[in-house]
Nanobody
Framework: QVQLVESGGGLVQAGGSLRLACAASGRTFSSSVKAWFRQAPGKEREFVATINWSSTTTLYADSVKGRFTISRDNAKNTVYLQMNRLRPEDTAVYYC?????????????????WGQGTQVTVSS
């Protein structure tokens, strides 16, 4: 089993920045791909970004491309999401996810492990 714990959420004004972190514990060797998803009230959980084990492949949703950056520190078993130029439409609960595979998937159904989420609120 893999346990994922997110941190770093909060309230920020539009145009501001936040950095989310997701710490993994347990059988972390089996979670080679990490990703961030988000879910706004009344909406489905959507893909934000994903990264493979070696950080050589990163994928982003079009809505965050150029503003968000996903990265990871395998020595710390932690993945990060740097969010810049935040917009009110970025408001959501952000979830960390993990799966043991080589090519990072973008659909939530392909991820085996999930964190509890952290709230990000962007005020206008």
């Amino acid at each position: 089993q893999v346990q994922l714990v997110e941190s770093g959420g909060g309230l920020v004004q539009a145009g501001g920045s936040l950095r989310l972190a997701c710490a993994a514990s347990g059988r972390t060797f089996s979670s080679s791909v990490k990703a961030w998803f988000r879910q706004a009230p009344g909406k489905e959980r959507e893909f934000v970004a994903t990264i493979n084990w070696s950080s050589t492949t990163t994928l982003y949703a079009d809505s965050v491309k150029g503003r968000f950056t996903i990265s990871r520190d395998n020595a710390k078993n932690t993945v990060y999401l740097q969010m810049n130029r935040l917009r009110p439409e970025d408001t959501a609960v952000y979830y960390c996810a993990a799966v043991s595979t080589t090519w990072p998937p973008t659909h939530r159904s392909e991820y085996a492990y999930w964190g509890q989420g952290t709230q990000v609120t962007v005020s206008s």
